[in-house]
Protein backbone atom coordinates (compact mmCIF):
# COMPACT_ATOMS: atom_id res chain seq x y z
CA UNK A 1 0.00 0.00 0.00
CA UNK A 2 2.97 2.27 0.90
CA UNK A 3 4.33 1.90 -2.40
CA UNK A 4 1.31 2.82 -4.36
CA UNK A 5 1.73 5.63 -2.25
CA UNK A 6 4.63 6.56 -3.04
CA UNK A 7 4.12 5.74 -6.57
CA UNK A 8 1.33 8.13 -6.47
CA UNK A 9 3.53 11.06 -4.80
CA UNK A 10 6.05 10.89 -7.70
CA UNK A 11 3.39 10.59 -10.25
CA UNK A 12 1.83 14.01 -9.17
CA UNK A 13 4.77 15.81 -8.76
CA UNK A 14 5.85 14.74 -12.16
CA UNK A 15 2.91 15.28 -14.27
CA UNK A 16 2.81 19.02 -11.98
CA UNK A 17 6.60 19.46 -13.43
CA UNK A 18 5.62 18.36 -16.67
CA UNK A 19 2.24 20.66 -16.77
CA UNK A 20 3.85 23.58 -15.77
CA UNK A 21 7.14 22.95 -18.15
CA UNK A 22 4.52 22.16 -20.98
CA UNK A 23 2.08 25.33 -20.02
CA UNK A 24 4.67 27.91 -20.08
CA UNK A 25 6.38 26.62 -22.92
CA UNK A 26 3.62 27.04 -25.08
CA UNK A 27 2.90 30.68 -23.41
CA UNK A 28 6.19 31.89 -24.38
CA UNK A 29 6.04 30.45 -27.99
CA UNK A 30 2.39 31.63 -28.84
CA UNK A 31 3.94 35.05 -27.56
CA UNK A 32 7.04 35.16 -29.86
CA UNK A 33 4.49 33.99 -32.33
CA UNK A 34 2.09 36.64 -31.71
CA UNK A 35 4.90 39.04 -33.44
CA UNK A 36 5.01 37.41 -36.81
CA UNK A 37 2.52 38.57 -39.33
CA UNK A 38 0.81 35.82 -40.83
CA UNK A 39 -0.03 34.11 -38.08
CA UNK A 40 -0.93 36.37 -35.83
CA UNK A 41 -4.46 36.44 -36.99
CA UNK A 42 -4.20 32.71 -36.35
CA UNK A 43 -3.39 33.42 -32.70
CA UNK A 44 -5.25 36.21 -31.69
CA UNK A 45 -8.33 34.75 -30.61
CA UNK A 46 -6.47 32.04 -28.61
CA UNK A 47 -5.28 34.03 -24.92
CA UNK A 48 -2.79 32.66 -23.12
CA UNK A 49 -3.21 35.07 -19.87
CA UNK A 50 -4.50 32.23 -17.64
CA UNK A 51 -0.99 30.27 -18.02
CA UNK A 52 0.85 32.34 -15.56
CA UNK A 53 -1.81 31.80 -12.95
CA UNK A 54 -2.07 27.85 -13.75
CA UNK A 55 1.56 27.49 -13.46
CA UNK A 56 1.91 28.88 -9.94
CA UNK A 57 -0.76 27.24 -8.80
CA UNK A 58 0.83 24.17 -10.17
CA UNK A 59 4.34 25.13 -8.71
CA UNK A 60 2.67 25.68 -5.66
CA UNK A 61 1.17 22.51 -5.56
CA UNK A 62 4.43 20.63 -6.58
CA UNK A 63 6.82 22.44 -3.77
CA UNK A 64 3.63 20.65 -0.96
CA UNK A 65 3.98 17.38 -2.41
CA UNK A 66 7.89 17.65 -3.25
CA UNK A 67 8.62 18.80 0.37
CA UNK A 68 6.31 15.20 1.76
CA UNK A 69 8.75 13.64 -1.31
CA UNK A 70 11.87 15.12 0.06
CA UNK A 71 11.06 13.86 3.74
CA UNK A 72 10.70 10.67 2.66
CA UNK A 73 13.76 10.34 0.51
CA UNK A 74 15.64 12.70 2.49
CA UNK A 75 16.82 14.81 0.63
CA UNK A 76 15.82 17.75 2.28
CA UNK A 77 18.69 20.16 3.79
CA UNK A 78 19.50 19.52 7.07
CA UNK A 79 21.93 21.17 9.44
CA UNK A 80 22.98 17.84 11.67
CA UNK A 81 26.51 17.92 12.12
CA UNK A 82 26.18 18.64 15.98
CA UNK A 83 23.83 15.97 16.25
CA UNK A 84 25.49 12.99 14.27
CA UNK A 85 28.38 13.97 16.93
CA UNK A 86 26.39 13.67 20.07
CA UNK A 87 26.85 9.97 21.75
CA UNK A 88 23.91 7.40 20.62
CA UNK A 89 21.73 7.53 23.28
CA UNK A 90 20.54 11.46 22.65
CA UNK A 91 21.45 11.13 18.90
CA UNK A 92 18.77 8.54 18.77
CA UNK A 93 16.68 11.15 21.34
CA UNK A 94 17.26 14.20 19.40
CA UNK A 95 16.96 12.28 16.00
CA UNK A 96 13.04 11.48 17.14
CA UNK A 97 12.21 14.32 19.00
CA UNK A 98 12.99 16.46 15.29
CA UNK A 99 10.85 13.97 13.40
CA UNK A 100 8.65 14.70 15.92
CA UNK A 101 8.64 18.03 16.01
CA UNK A 102 8.39 18.39 12.10
CA UNK A 103 5.20 15.95 12.04
CA UNK A 104 3.96 17.99 15.16
CA UNK A 105 4.35 21.12 13.28
CA UNK A 106 3.07 19.69 9.89
CA UNK A 107 0.05 18.28 11.61
CA UNK A 108 -1.02 21.56 12.66
CA UNK A 109 -0.63 23.78 9.82
CA UNK A 110 -2.61 20.94 7.61
CA UNK A 111 -5.47 21.30 10.79
CA UNK A 112 -5.15 24.95 10.11
CA UNK A 113 -4.93 24.65 6.01
CA UNK A 114 -7.96 22.32 6.20
CA UNK A 115 -10.43 25.00 8.45
CA UNK A 116 -9.04 27.67 6.13
CA UNK A 117 -10.32 25.27 3.07
CA UNK A 118 -13.52 24.58 4.58
CA UNK A 119 -14.15 28.34 5.21
CA UNK A 120 -13.24 29.63 2.08
CA UNK A 121 -15.38 27.03 0.35
CA UNK A 122 -18.50 28.82 1.73
CA UNK A 123 -17.89 31.72 -0.17
CA UNK A 124 -18.15 32.27 -3.99
CA UNK A 125 -14.22 33.59 -4.37
CA UNK A 126 -12.78 32.67 -7.74
CA UNK A 127 -8.54 33.15 -9.37
CA UNK A 128 -8.88 36.20 -10.71
CA UNK A 129 -7.77 34.51 -14.62
CA UNK A 130 -9.07 30.68 -14.58
CA UNK A 131 -11.87 31.80 -12.01
CA UNK A 132 -11.21 28.39 -10.32
CA UNK A 133 -12.78 28.44 -6.66
CA UNK A 134 -10.15 29.82 -4.11
CA UNK A 135 -10.73 26.33 -2.26
CA UNK A 136 -9.31 24.27 -4.68
CA UNK A 137 -6.18 26.22 -5.07
CA UNK A 138 -5.69 26.41 -1.23
CA UNK A 139 -6.67 22.89 -0.79
CA UNK A 140 -2.78 21.80 -1.26
CA UNK A 141 -2.52 22.95 2.03
CA UNK A 142 -3.68 20.53 3.88
CA UNK A 143 -3.45 17.67 1.51
CA UNK A 144 0.39 18.42 1.22
CA UNK A 145 1.02 18.78 5.08
CA UNK A 146 -0.68 16.40 6.14
CA UNK A 147 1.16 14.15 3.67
CA UNK A 148 4.13 15.41 5.07
CA UNK A 149 3.22 14.60 8.59
CA UNK A 150 2.28 10.79 7.49
CA UNK A 151 6.61 11.27 6.15
CA UNK A 152 7.88 12.74 9.35
CA UNK A 153 5.62 9.84 11.11
CA UNK A 154 7.13 6.68 8.66
CA UNK A 155 10.74 8.11 8.63
CA UNK A 156 10.64 8.31 13.10
CA UNK A 157 9.42 4.93 13.03
CA UNK A 158 12.06 3.22 10.74
CA UNK A 159 14.61 5.22 12.34
CA UNK A 160 12.93 3.85 15.38
CA UNK A 161 13.68 0.15 14.03
CA UNK A 162 16.79 0.42 11.82
CA UNK A 163 18.41 3.87 13.80
CA UNK A 164 18.94 5.02 10.03
CA UNK A 165 17.76 7.75 8.58
CA UNK A 166 16.98 8.19 4.29
CA UNK A 167 19.90 10.23 2.71
CA UNK A 168 20.16 11.08 -0.58
CA UNK A 169 22.77 9.45 -2.55
CA UNK A 170 23.64 13.20 -4.94
CA UNK A 171 25.88 11.15 -6.88
CA UNK A 172 23.74 8.52 -8.43
CA UNK A 173 20.91 9.17 -10.85
CA UNK A 174 18.45 6.31 -10.75
CA UNK A 175 17.29 4.45 -13.52
CA UNK A 176 21.05 5.27 -15.44
CA UNK A 177 23.32 2.27 -16.15
CA UNK A 178 26.40 2.96 -15.21
CA UNK A 179 27.82 0.40 -17.78
CA UNK A 180 26.81 2.30 -20.69
Known amino acids: MLKILDHLEEGLISILMAAATLII ?43 AYGVRTGVHVGVDVLVNRLAEPWHHRIVLFGLG ?17 WAISRTDQTSPDLELPVW ?12 MCFRFLQVAQRFRRTHTLPHADHLHVAGLNEGT
Open 25 to 67: FVAVVHRYAMGIPFLHGYLVGFSTSWAQELCIYLFIWMAKFGA
Open 101 to 117: SGALFTAIIGTLGAHFV
Open 136 to 147: LVYLCIPLGSYL
